[in-house]
Each structure stands twice: as C-alpha cells, then as structure tokens.
Nanobody
Framework: QVQLVESGGGLVQAGDSLRLSCAAS????????LGWYRQAPGKQRELVAL???????NYGDSVKGRFTISRDNAKNTVYLQMSSLKPEDTAVYYC???????????WGQGTQITVSS
C-alpha cells in the first residue's frame, strides 16, 4: 500500500503562482513514477505532469512552459510548481503514484485549485 498526502491548493488569481506538494509513504518501490493529474467539472481527468525516479518528466500540452514538476527521492515527495495560472487551470489536482514494474496505481485525495480571472 502507498499513501499520498497532497498540500498546497487554494484560490488564486490569474497570473499567480502556486506550488503543490505530495508526500508518498508506505511500500515505495525503488523505481516509480510520481505525477499530477487534474479533473475539472464535467471533464475527464487529464495528465498534468509526471516524473520518474530517474528524473525523466512528461507534461500535458496545456501546461508546458508554465508548470514544472520535480521530486525529492529522499523524502518521496513530488512537487508541482505552477506559474502564469489561468482560469482554465481550475480543477481538482490529484497526486498519482505507480511502481515502474507493477500495474498498481495509487491516488491522493485531491486538492482544489481555483483560479479567478
């Protein structure tokens, strides 16, 4: 089992910056992928960004150039630095964990980000 605890959501204005954190605990595999997904009302959950334990990253097209994902392997924590936030970034953001050699996926409880115009 893996537990994910997110923090850092809130209400911001367009153009602001915000940082999310997600701490993973439990049976953490040596090789894994940590990431962020988001889901806006009435829309499907979509990839925001992910980072492997080796440091490789992947971003959703809508956040490229504005968001930066990073991780601290010693703390099993993943961060999402968000800049130039837009109202369309409003969503519940979920932390995600997957061991590299397993099909098991774990999700955090989600944190709301609301960007006002």
């Amino acid at each position: 089992q893996v537990q994910l605890v997110e923090s850092g959501g809130g209400l911001v204005q367009a153009g602001d910056s915000l940082r999310l954190s997600c701490a993973a605990s439990g049976s953490i595999a040596r090789f894994n992928v940590l990431g962020w997904y988001r889901q806006a009302p009435g829309k499907q959950r979509e990839l925001v960004a992910l980072v492997t334990s080796a440091g490789s990253t992947n971003y959703g097209d809508s956040v490229k150039g504005r968001f930066t994902i990073s991780r601290d392997n010693a703390k099993n924590t993943v961060y999402l630095q968000m800049s130039s936030l837009k109202p369309e970034d409003t969503a519940v953001y979920y932390c995600n964990y997957k061991g590299s050699f397993t099909e098991l996926v774990y999700w955090g409880q989600g944190t709301q980000i609301t960007v006002s115009s």
